[in-house]
């Protein structure tokens, strides 16, 4: 079964399988994939982006969404009993809780796909649609050279991932402290963008935002990075804090395009990871 716990499940050619899958969606194929077929969902009430882009997604391709809040996890009944009854029914699992141990279990005990839709260790679904998206604007976006601004979370270590996956160079910009283990960090923002193509950020809890008040992406600063470089800052993002007004104002700003190809990115990852469970290519289509 190929489940989607972090993009470490992955090799190179199995993103540009998500990718190939995802404009052939584009192209109106597997409209019926999912026919039958039912997906249960575990999203907390704050999910706006993800969940849209999921249930859509299920429906778009003819299946059904069964939605539970994430608390609904939060009792005393033991997951390996939840798997044991959603095994019975469902055909597939999306969860996205804080707690990356509760997708592990859920991957441990089911055995239908499992798919993390986000955790507070990684969020790879973000992570491929960006990267699709870049393979839509660049020759070889995997020679580009990025730049993670911001301190270690889901979203930093999202992008190692899918830089130790696919080889591109990745380094951080943050204050001594937030750094990820094994990438290159920068103290000096103005330092850090200079020769870089992909500028990334994350939004920041508000008790660290006056560490990082001198390592906010300006306008000032992408004019600094190389020609035709780009700011792609994971939402939501605040202006004015990890962003200023003026650069989201900009053309150096590609959120909302980049964002438009999440919906058809989440089906290609359900039917890449339902077409290896199955071992086939043509089921449902």
């Given at each position: 079964m190929s489940n989607l716990i972090d993009l470490l499940c992955f090799r190179k050619e199995n993103i540009f399988e998500i990718f190939h899958i995802a404009d052939k969606i584009q192209k109106g194929e597997f409209k019926n994939f999912l026919n039958g077929k039912s997906m249960v969902l575990f999203f907390p009430s704050t999910s706006l982006r993800t969940r849209v882009t999921f249930e859509k997604g299920i429906y778009l391709l003819g299946g059904q969404s069964i939605l539970f809040p994430t608390e609904?996890?939060?009792?005393?009944?033991?997951?390996e009993d939840v798997c044991g009854y959603l095994n019975n029914w469902a055909d597939g699992i999306i969860v996205r809780h804080r707690n990356i141990d509760v997708v592990k279990e859920f991957a441990q005990y089911s055995t239908i796909l499992v798919i993390k839709a986000m955790t507070d260790w990684n969020h790879p679904c973000e992570i491929i649609s960006d990267m699709y998206s870049l393979s839509k604007i660049r020759v070889d976006f995997t020679?580009?050279?990025?730049?993670?601004?911001?301190k270690s979370?889901?979203?930093g270590l999202s992008w190692k991932e899918a830089a130790n996956v696919l080889g591109f160079e990745l380094s951080q910009c943050c204050p001594k402290g937030y750094e990820m283990e094994g990438v290159q960090a920068f103290r000096d923002i103005k330092e850090a963008v200079k020769g870089k193509d992909i500028i990334c950020t994350d939004s920041l809890p508000t008790?660290?935002?006056?560490d990082f008040e001198h390592y906010q992406i300006t306008k000032e600063i992408m004019d600094m990075a190389n020609e035709n470089a780009i700011l792609n800052p994971c939402p939501p993002f605040y202006r004015d804090e990890e962003v200023s007004e003026d650069v989201i104002d900009s053309d150096y700003f590609v959120g909302y395009?980049?964002?438009?190809n999440l919906l058809e990115i989440q089906q290609a990852i359900v039917i890449y990871c339902l077409m290896h469970e199955r071992g086939t290519v043509t089921w449902g289509n």
């Open positions: 609904t996890l939060d009792k005393k009944e033991k997951l020679n580009d050279k990025f730049l993670f601004c911001g979370g889901n979203i008790d660290i935002r006056r395009q980049f964002k438009r």
